[in-house]
């Protein structure tokens, strides 16, 4: 594996810190901006929002640059919105650098995993994806907890300088070993073409071949992971019956088991990546309906906490390798279309399970609003396998660079 598909892990890894690490910062922030507590939480909304619109509007718009001009661009402006909103006194400023650090971060991911799947051969590309998704589970495991240590002892800003100063080693790994090529061309012979795919190319292979179906399911996958995983604590606590110093140890239980899925997705998912997906998200709905059942459970908890966060990322990474493979003619917007999905199930699945949790049905109902969606998931792979077109042959476009 190429040492540049690491360094885009890394970067990764800074820009999934700061997407989840606000959840500890909340009452610091609040305190220090004299906002209320729903206020300092939007930074959360309006980072989630960011990374949703600005996926598909920040890959048309580096469309056409070299990818590592592209990558440094993205990654300098995410680290100047830190920087700013380290220093900054105003809310509104703070929530100004939320939406430029998400915009950022979603450029950057659309732009990396093209990137990373062009550096290797074809049946390393599953491999190549969940190194550079496996940054986000390393952030759940060490930043996430980390940036919470530092907002206790040293401030929330601190947490902020810490995420800008974790970014400066990949720009600088960035600069020196992604290569400066250009994006994919099209190609009409085994020759080679010499024209970019145009956009209306790329949103046409996009709508080919079960592809939106596929980034459906993604978003459904998602959301079940993060609908159960957002109410972990209150799960954990108030019907589990484990203490409060549990929750820090679940948390990471479930990203050690992120980073094992993402880890062994990468290494079997190319060879058998249909199965792979199928036999993931049947996994999936019956853990999260087997953790609603068993919650009064710690010794199931605990361990069900580790097995869905290994099946969840497993499964997700596939997921990103999947829609690649679908289509071969949009080379720079299928990434950005996969994290969009992502992103958008990562907002709607903890809403869901709040609105279940605001009706009375208790804490165990975002678990089950989890199995619900992995359900419905399973049901929109059933129809696209239906509608899908036969097996690819060989692509028209070229993702190698």
């Given at each position: 594996?190429p ?12 820009q999934?810190?700061?997407?989840f690490?606000l959840s ?14 729903p206020?300092a939480?939007l930074l ?19 469309r056409?640059?070299p ?10 402006a995410?680290v ?9 006194p105003?809310?509104?400023?703070l ?5 430029v650090?998400a915009?950022?971060?979603a ?11 062009a ?23 060490v ?11 040293l ?5 902020f ?15 020196t ?6 994006p ?12 970019t795919?145009t956009?209306?190319a790329e ?20 959301g ?8 972990l604590?209150p ?6 019956g ?8 679940l948390l990471?239980?479930?990203?050690v088991?992120?980073?094992v ?8 998912g ?10 993931g ?7 999260w309906a087997?953790?609603?059942?068993g ?5 199931a908890?605990?361990?069900?906490v ?5 099946l969840?990322f497993?499964?997700g ?29 990562a907002?709607a699945?903890p809403?869901?399970?709040?609105l ?10 975002p678990?089950w609003v ?5 359900a ?9 396998r ?6 690819l042959t060989?692509p ?6």
């Amino acid at each position: 594996m190429p040492f540049a598909v690491y360094v885009l892990g890394l970067a990764v890894f800074a820009q999934g810190t700061s997407e989840f690490m606000l959840s500890g910062l909340v009452s610091g922030i609040a305190e220090d901006l004299q906002v209320s507590i729903p206020a300092a939480g939007l930074l959360t909304s309006a980072f989630a929002v960011g990374m949703v619109i600005g996926a598909p509007l920040m890959a048309l718009f580096s469309r056409k640059w070299p990818r590592r001009r592209a990558l440094l661009i993205f990654l300098t402006a995410f680290v100047a919105a830190h920087v700013v909103g380290a220093v900054t006194p105003s809310y509104e400023v703070l929530l100004a650098t939320r939406i430029v650090g998400a915009l950022a971060n979603a450029g950057f991911w659309a732009v990396a995993l093209v990137a990373a799947i062009a550096m290797v051969e074809p049946a390393a590309r599953a491999r190549a994806t969940s190194v550079v998704v496996g940054g986000v589970t390393v952030a759940c495991v060490v930043g996430v907890p980390a940036g919470a240590l530092l907002g206790e002892h040293l401030g929330w800003r601190a947490a902020f300088r810490a995420v800008a100063l974790v970014s400066l080693p990949a720009l600088v790994a960035i600069m020196t070993s992604v290569p400066d090529d250009r994006p994919p061309t099209t190609t009409s012979s085994p020759v080679g073409g010499t024209e970019t795919p145009t956009v209306r190319a790329e949103l046409r292979s996009l709508t080919g071949r079960g592809v939106l179906l596929t980034l459906l399911t993604m978003a459904l996958v998602q959301g079940a992971t993060f609908g159960a995983f957002s109410y972990l604590e209150p799960l954990a606590t108030r019907v589990t019956g484990l203490g409060d110093g549990w929750v820090p140890a679940l948390l990471a239980l479930f990203g050690v088991g992120s980073l094992v899925g993402v880890t062994v997705s990468g290494r079997v998912g190319d060879a058998r990546r249909g199965t792979f997906v199928l036999a993931g998200m049947v996994s999936l709905a019956l853990g999260w309906a087997a953790l609603a059942l068993g919650a009064a459970s710690p010794v199931a908890v605990v361990a069900l906490v580790l097995v869905q966060g290994m099946l969840a990322f497993g499964t997700g990474s596939a997921m990103i390798s999947q829609v690649f493979q679908l289509a071969p003619g949009a080379p720079t917007l299928a990434g950005s279309f996969a994290t969009a999905a992502f992103n958008i199930g990562a907002a709607a699945g903890p809403w869901l399970g709040g609105l279940t949790i605001d009706a009375g049905l208790g804490f165990r109902s975002p678990v089950w609003v989890s199995a619900a969606l992995m359900a419905l998931a399973l049901g929109m792979a059933g129809v696209r396998r239906l509608v899908r077109s036969p097996r690819l042959t060989k692509p028209t476009v070229s993702v190698e660079g």
